[in-house]
């Protein structure tokens, strides 16, 4: 008798999810939109990622020294995939670094940007990504870079 009572459950939460959303954010990633919209919000950008028709996923990406990639389609749908493995590696700087760069991308449209300082340090958390510049991005720099995605 149990076991048949579970199956059905099982069934019933499926096709909840099916109506209920089409577009997919993993678990692992909610806390960086999340802090994305609030950081959106702090400084007067209207951003509610989860609204938009986006999927935010875990993949193999290929080459392997891809982190993340965003995508859209002709719908205006996008799709957000991430590198699982290179993912479980990142600290909690170099995982929101990399969210807030392909929402940058997917959500807030922008493109690449590899200016530098004096010093060549990236000025943007839309660099490319090529090492034209070098990166950095800790508790002395991450409100100055976020000011510069939401166009501050
Ligand atoms: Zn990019």
């Known amino acids: 008798m149990k076991y048949p009572l579970k199956v059905i459950m099982i069934i019933a939460l499926m096709q909840a999810c099916q ?34 028709a986006i999927n935010i996923e875990f993949a193999s990406l290929e080459p392997r020294n891809l982190l993340g990639q965003c995508l859209t389609y002709s719908n ?13 590696v990142l600290d ?6 990399l969210m807030f760069h392909e929402l940058g991308h997917c959500v807030l ?23 034209s510049c070098s ?6 720099n991450r409100n100055e870079l976020l000011n510069e995605l939401f166009n501050l």
């Open 76 to 88: 205006e749908s996008r799709t957000i995939t991430i590198d699982k493995e290179i993912w479980s």
């Open 19 to 52: 109506t209920n959303t089409e577009y997919i954010i993993d678990p692992a990633f909610e806390e960086y939109v999340s802090i994305f919209e609030l950081e959106a919000f702090n400084r007067d950008v209207d951003v509610n990622v989860s609204a938009l």
């Open 109 to 131: 449209g922008k493109d690449h940007f590899n200016g530098s300082n004096q010093n060549g340090i990236c000025l943007s958390i839309m660099q490319d990504g090529s090492g």
């Open 135 to 140: 990166v950095i991005y800790n508790a002395s």
């Open 92 to 97: 909690d700087y170099e995982k929101e670094y």
